[in-house]
């Protein structure tokens, strides 16, 4: 494990991870698309799931004295290497005194960082998942979902799932799309016209999760909130989505835990001799600046494992470029 003079602080990093936990809530959806593996090497080779493994038909009937038929498949490999990202906040001595009475300066200060670490996760995976390279199958929505008159998202959604089911042999289980994209659902005709039949009160434009996942048919929607800042320092603010506005993503996301083998889209892998939490929180002292400064950081490196488990539809909104989330910093 690498040597460092800070010390660990499990008091504040109880409240980096409880405000982690409630991301989602913030608008940050990485860890439900890609769920932490916690793994003992830092760099090591992990599965890659054919889409033939999943697929197969064999003949099962055993006779007498005779062995049982054995699945003789082997799974290819792709290379992970977690790397380090973190954040650091100082806090002086003196304006600890001076805004004692006010908040508790380190309590921001951990607060701050843990926000900063989680942008930078955000827009990662973001790129691993919605890049243009990263293998995904992908097709234009017949309609954008903006052009509310004539707009069918559940056809476009239906579309992606006879790929899941022809081409690999999966049932989609989350959805996931930013807000906004979500929002124009809501005001779409057909989606309205579908829903009133098993929600008559629902409210055009109002929607709820519930009703959208019974109308989709997938067991999640995961939602991206989270924006950012793109504008230099000191220039007027220009904030952007972390996922693109104009792409929506039907996927079949791993349900957490240890089983690499599961048929899922990726993980976040996390090197736990150093970073034992998916966010490790320290301090120590800096002489020098009258300050203790405290850190947040993970080791991770976000990878997909099947691309065969998403499928991008292109086109979900006009006039919208919003962000792929890929040029940040």
């Not at 951990?110 to 973001?126: D, Q």
């Amino acid at each position: 494990m690498p040597r460092t003079s800070s010390i660990f602080r499990p008091d504040l990093g109880t409240l980096a991870y409880e405000y982690s936990l409630d991301a989602a809530s913030q608008g940050f959806i990485a860890q439900q698309v890609l769920p932490p593996f916690f793994t003992a090497k830092k760099t090591a080779q992990y599965p890659v799931i054919p889409a033939e493994a999943i697929l197969e038909v064999a003949e099962t009937q055993r006779a007498a004295r005779s062995a049982y038929a054995r699945g003789d498949w082997t799974f290819e490999d792709a290379d992970y290497s977690c790397k380090e990202n973190g954040w650091e906040e100082p806090v002086d001595d003196s304006e600890a005194a001076l805004y004692r009475n006010f908040f508790d300066a380190e309590v921001v200060a951990v607060k701050r960082a843990t926000l900063m670490v989680l942008r930078s996760h955000e827009k990662r995976v973001a790129k691993a998942v919605m890049s243009t390279t990263n293998g995904i199958s992908r097709s234009a929505v017949a309609k954008p979902w903006d052009d509310y008159a004539n707009a069918d998202p559940l056809a476009d959604v239906t579309k992606a799932k006879k790929y899941f089911r022809f081409e690999v042999g999966l049932t989609p289980n989350a959805l996931v799309l930013d807000k906004e994209v979500l929002g124009h659902v809501s005001l779409c005709h057909a989606v309205m016209e579908r829903i009133k039949y098993t929600s008559p009160t629902a409210i055009r434009g109002e929607l709820t999760i519930e009703q959208l996942k019974a109308y989709f048919g997938v067991a999640n929607i995961i939602v991206a909130g989270g924006v950012y800042n793109n504008a230099a320092r000191n220039q007027p603010k220009n904030v952007e989505t972390f996922w693109p506005l104009d792409r929506v993503l039907l996927a079949c996301v791993s349900t957490g835990g240890q089983d690499l083998k599961e048929p899922a889209l990726g993980r976040t892998f996390v090197w736990e001799e150093d970073a034992p939490n998916l966010l490790v929180t320290e301090q120590y002292r800096e002489e020098q600046t009258r300050s203790d400064v405290y850190r947040v950081r993970m080791h991770t490196d976000e990878r997909l494992q099947f691309a065969g488990a998403g499928y991008i539809l292109t086109g979900a909104t006009t006039g919208e470029s919003g962000n792929d989330g890929f040029d940040l910093p």
